[in-house]
Protein backbone atom coordinates (compact mmCIF):
# COMPACT_ATOMS: atom_id res chain seq x y z
CA UNK A 1 0.00 0.00 0.00
CA UNK A 2 1.75 3.43 -1.20
CA UNK A 3 0.85 6.50 1.05
CA UNK A 4 -0.09 9.75 -1.22
CA UNK A 5 0.86 13.13 -0.08
CA UNK A 6 -1.45 15.13 1.62
CA UNK A 7 -1.68 17.50 -0.99
CA UNK A 8 -2.44 14.81 -3.70
CA UNK A 9 -5.18 13.54 -1.71
CA UNK A 10 -6.19 17.39 -1.36
CA UNK A 11 -6.16 18.19 -5.41
CA UNK A 12 -8.12 14.08 -5.41
CA UNK A 13 -10.76 15.66 -3.86
CA UNK A 14 -10.89 19.16 -5.41
CA UNK A 15 -11.84 17.26 -8.41
CA UNK A 16 -13.97 14.80 -6.87
CA UNK A 17 -16.17 18.17 -5.75
CA UNK A 18 -16.14 19.29 -9.13
CA UNK A 19 -17.04 16.14 -10.93
CA UNK A 20 -19.84 15.58 -8.22
CA UNK A 21 -21.15 19.21 -9.10
CA UNK A 22 -20.56 18.60 -13.04
CA UNK A 23 -23.08 15.46 -12.38
CA UNK A 24 -25.33 17.23 -9.92
CA UNK A 25 -25.78 20.53 -12.23
CA UNK A 26 -28.03 20.84 -15.39
CA UNK A 27 -26.09 23.98 -16.27
CA UNK A 28 -22.59 25.28 -15.95
CA UNK A 29 -20.57 28.27 -16.66
CA UNK A 30 -17.32 29.33 -17.12
CA UNK A 31 -15.95 33.06 -16.71
CA UNK A 32 -13.31 35.12 -16.22
CA UNK A 33 -13.21 37.41 -13.37
CA UNK A 34 -10.01 38.97 -13.79
CA UNK A 35 -10.02 42.69 -12.90
CA UNK A 36 -12.97 42.22 -10.15
CA UNK A 37 -12.43 44.38 -7.36
CA UNK A 38 -13.29 42.51 -4.11
CA UNK A 39 -16.57 44.70 -3.63
CA UNK A 40 -17.64 43.09 -6.96
CA UNK A 41 -16.50 39.81 -6.33
CA UNK A 42 -18.33 39.57 -2.75
CA UNK A 43 -21.54 41.06 -4.77
CA UNK A 44 -21.56 38.78 -7.30
CA UNK A 45 -20.82 35.85 -4.44
CA UNK A 46 -23.69 37.18 -2.69
CA UNK A 47 -26.31 36.79 -6.05
CA UNK A 48 -25.11 33.56 -6.56
CA UNK A 49 -25.68 32.52 -3.12
CA UNK A 50 -29.07 34.08 -3.26
CA UNK A 51 -29.66 32.01 -6.04
CA UNK A 52 -28.76 28.49 -5.03
CA UNK A 53 -25.91 28.82 -7.07
CA UNK A 54 -22.04 27.61 -6.46
CA UNK A 55 -19.57 30.16 -7.08
CA UNK A 56 -15.66 28.98 -7.06
CA UNK A 57 -12.43 30.09 -8.29
CA UNK A 58 -10.72 26.88 -9.61
CA UNK A 59 -7.64 25.93 -11.23
CA UNK A 60 -8.13 25.05 -14.43
CA UNK A 61 -6.06 21.76 -14.24
CA UNK A 62 -8.69 20.65 -12.07
CA UNK A 63 -11.56 21.37 -13.97
CA UNK A 64 -9.80 19.68 -16.87
CA UNK A 65 -9.11 16.39 -14.82
CA UNK A 66 -13.07 16.46 -13.76
CA UNK A 67 -13.65 16.85 -17.07
CA UNK A 68 -11.60 13.95 -18.98
CA UNK A 69 -12.91 11.59 -16.06
CA UNK A 70 -16.53 12.47 -17.10
CA UNK A 71 -15.92 11.94 -20.74
CA UNK A 72 -16.65 15.47 -21.66
CA UNK A 73 -14.62 17.28 -24.10
CA UNK A 74 -14.33 20.66 -26.27
CA UNK A 75 -13.68 22.99 -22.76
CA UNK A 76 -9.73 23.05 -22.83
CA UNK A 77 -9.82 25.99 -25.10
CA UNK A 78 -11.86 27.59 -22.67
CA UNK A 79 -9.40 26.77 -19.45
CA UNK A 80 -6.70 29.65 -20.08
CA UNK A 81 -6.24 32.30 -17.36
CA UNK A 82 -8.33 32.69 -14.36
CA UNK A 83 -11.82 30.36 -14.27
CA UNK A 84 -14.58 30.87 -11.68
CA UNK A 85 -17.18 27.90 -12.21
CA UNK A 86 -20.93 28.48 -11.27
CA UNK A 87 -22.59 25.58 -11.03
CA UNK A 88 -26.67 25.68 -10.69
CA UNK A 89 -29.87 23.83 -11.43
CA UNK A 90 -32.09 26.25 -13.38
CA UNK A 91 -29.17 26.69 -16.47
CA UNK A 92 -31.81 29.46 -17.56
CA UNK A 93 -31.09 31.80 -14.50
CA UNK A 94 -27.62 31.00 -14.11
CA UNK A 95 -26.81 32.38 -16.92
CA UNK A 96 -29.06 34.92 -16.90
CA UNK A 97 -27.68 36.18 -13.47
CA UNK A 98 -23.77 36.05 -14.45
CA UNK A 99 -24.70 37.77 -18.04
CA UNK A 100 -26.02 40.43 -16.59
CA UNK A 101 -23.40 40.93 -14.27
CA UNK A 102 -21.10 40.62 -17.07
CA UNK A 103 -22.82 43.73 -18.54
CA UNK A 104 -22.41 45.89 -15.31
CA UNK A 105 -19.09 45.31 -14.26
CA UNK A 106 -17.10 45.31 -17.70
CA UNK A 107 -14.16 42.72 -15.56
CA UNK A 108 -16.28 39.53 -15.64
CA UNK A 109 -15.92 37.80 -18.40
CA UNK A 110 -18.09 34.76 -19.88
CA UNK A 111 -16.15 31.96 -21.86
CA UNK A 112 -18.37 29.04 -21.78
CA UNK A 113 -20.42 26.88 -20.55
CA UNK A 114 -22.18 23.03 -20.22
CA UNK A 115 -25.92 22.58 -20.66
CA UNK A 116 -26.44 18.78 -19.23
CA UNK A 117 -22.47 18.09 -19.90
CA UNK A 118 -22.31 19.71 -23.27
CA UNK A 119 -20.51 22.76 -23.93
CA UNK A 120 -21.95 25.68 -25.39
CA UNK A 121 -20.22 28.85 -26.45
CA UNK A 122 -20.30 32.42 -24.61
CA UNK A 123 -22.57 33.31 -27.40
CA UNK A 124 -24.75 30.22 -26.26
CA UNK A 125 -24.81 31.15 -22.87
CA UNK A 126 -25.80 34.83 -23.68
CA UNK A 127 -28.85 33.86 -26.09
CA UNK A 128 -29.80 31.29 -22.95
CA UNK A 129 -30.11 34.23 -20.19
CA UNK A 130 -32.38 35.98 -22.57
CA UNK A 131 -34.99 33.11 -22.45
CA UNK A 132 -37.88 34.77 -20.60
CA UNK A 133 -38.27 33.21 -16.76
CA UNK A 134 -40.23 29.78 -16.37
CA UNK A 135 -43.38 31.42 -15.29
CA UNK A 136 -43.71 33.17 -18.41
CA UNK A 137 -43.35 30.39 -20.89
CA UNK A 138 -45.60 28.49 -18.99
CA UNK A 139 -48.16 31.25 -18.95
CA UNK A 140 -47.59 31.53 -22.56
CA UNK A 141 -48.12 28.02 -23.02
CA UNK A 142 -51.40 27.78 -21.41
CA UNK A 143 -52.57 30.27 -23.30
CA UNK A 144 -51.67 28.60 -26.34
CA UNK A 145 -53.97 25.47 -25.34
CA UNK A 146 -56.66 27.89 -24.13
CA UNK A 147 -57.09 29.31 -27.77
CA UNK A 148 -58.07 26.38 -29.40
CA UNK A 149 -60.66 25.77 -26.32
CA UNK A 150 -62.10 29.59 -26.60
CA UNK A 151 -61.81 29.52 -31.13
CA UNK A 152 -64.56 26.00 -30.45
CA UNK A 153 -66.46 27.75 -27.78
CA UNK A 154 -67.00 30.65 -30.19
CA UNK A 155 -67.75 28.56 -32.54
CA UNK A 156 -70.43 26.58 -31.33
CA UNK A 157 -72.14 29.70 -29.55
CA UNK A 158 -72.36 30.86 -33.46
CA UNK A 159 -73.40 27.70 -34.93
CA UNK A 160 -76.14 27.64 -31.49
CA UNK A 161 -77.19 31.11 -32.15
CA UNK A 162 -77.72 30.60 -36.31
CA UNK A 163 -80.13 27.29 -35.46
CA UNK A 164 -82.06 29.46 -32.88
CA UNK A 165 -82.40 32.43 -36.12
CA UNK A 166 -83.48 29.38 -38.27
CA UNK A 167 -85.86 28.14 -36.20
CA UNK A 168 -86.98 31.95 -35.38
CA UNK A 169 -87.37 32.40 -38.98
CA UNK A 170 -89.66 29.49 -39.51
CA UNK A 171 -91.82 29.70 -36.27
CA UNK A 172 -92.25 33.65 -38.51
CA UNK A 173 -93.10 32.18 -42.00
CA UNK A 174 -95.31 29.29 -40.81
CA UNK A 175 -97.39 32.07 -38.56
CA UNK A 176 -97.68 34.30 -41.62
CA UNK A 177 -99.02 31.25 -43.43
Given amino acids: MTDKKPQLIAKEQVVEQIQG ?10 ADYRG ?3 AEATELRAKMR ?8 SKNTMI ?7 DISGLDEFLAGPTAIAFGQDPVNLA ?30 QALAKIPPREVL ?3 MLGAMQFPMYGFAGAATALLR ?10 EQKAQA
Avoid: C, W
Fill in 50 to 57: GANIVYQV
Fill in 96 to 125: KLLTEFAEKHKALKVKAGLLDQIVISKDQV
Fill in 64 to 70: KRAADNL
Fill in 21 to 30: YIKESPGIVL
Fill in 36 to 38: LNV
Fill in 138 to 140: LAK
Fill in 162 to 171: NFVYALDQIR
